[in-house]
């Protein structure tokens, strides 16, 4: 039996909900908005649609994340969302201290409880938990796994070959410092220059990078918000944590560099379970290495206007 909490029901929030009704070991869901009956219609909804499945869960719907209690995966999606003209980073000063009083309000009633954190700026908000928990809770951040999960779709696209023979990976930050791991990149388990030979073809790695760093903004531009992209990368994270996939995943966890003051959370893409890692750093060009180092730099300074906006220490 599995409770996991969901707190802030919007576009994200409630589409990572409605793909966790179906995962077989979640038995409880806790929904929580600070907008009046939002996560109660989200809960009714929910019902709705599993209501001719034979699905046994019970979901409970709160107006405030301190009402959530002995869960065991705490999933954060709550912040204001980005708007197409602006970066994930200009989002901390404003979803910081949501990041705070969510952790303020959740540590003491959920003592065995994983954090995964979606809200963005997502690897500046994923340390500011960590942190903010004072390192009394595992805190895993989304990372750049949806951004391998637009990676893969771009080169499958381009290169006219199905999804499932694509393999690659996106470290560094989510967002303006993501790293295309093009080491990484497989077709059919042959890597891929050795690929592009044998057939013949050719891939623009500029037009890859451009859709993998774009696309969303015109998602967003169109449907006012990314929904299914998210919660079905996301949902890897999460059953790598619960069921203890060992899943070579892109995901964030704290990291430290030399050149970096304190961890910060960063992707260097490894194992996921119950435990992390290994990762696939050692494998990876030194190019590939200096542009997570530069991300890792760049996390750091939104994470540290997030501690001084609240004051964390």
Known sequence: MVHVAVIGTGRVGSAVAYTLVWEPYVTEL????????????VKEELYHGISAHGIDIEIRA???????????LIVIAAGFPRTPEMSRRDLADKNAQIIKEIMEATVDNNPKAWYFVITNPVDAMASLAYKAAGG???????????????????????????????????GGEHGEAAVL???????????LEEYLRETGKTLDKAKVERYVKEISR??????G????GPAGSFIEIIRGIILNTGKLLSYAIPR???????????????????????DIW???????????????????QTYKRAKEVTGVE
């Open 136 to 170: 009394k809770r595992i805190v895993v951040g989304t990372g750049t796994n949806l951004e391998t999960a637009r990676f893969k779709t771009i080169i499958s696209r381009e290169l006219g070959v199905p999804m499932r023979m694509v393999e690659g990976f996106v």
């Open 30 to 41: 806790s929904l929580v908005d600070i907008v009046p009956k939002l996560a109660e219609m």
């Open 181 to 191: 791991l093009w080491s990484t990149v497989k077709i059919d388990g042959i890597p």
């Open 282 to 300: 050692n494998i990876l060009s030194d190019e590939e290495k200096k542009g997570i180092v530069e991300a890792a730099k760049a996390i750091y």
């Open 62 to 72: 709160y107006e405030h994340s301190k009402f959530v209690e002995n869960a065991d």
């Open 256 to 278: 430290k560099f030399d050149e970096v003051p304190e961890p910060v959370f960063v992707t260097i893409p490894g194992k996921i379970g119950r435990f992390f890692g290994p």
């Open 218 to 223: 015109e998602v967003i531009r169109v449907t």
């Open 225 to 228: 918000g990314t929904r299914w």
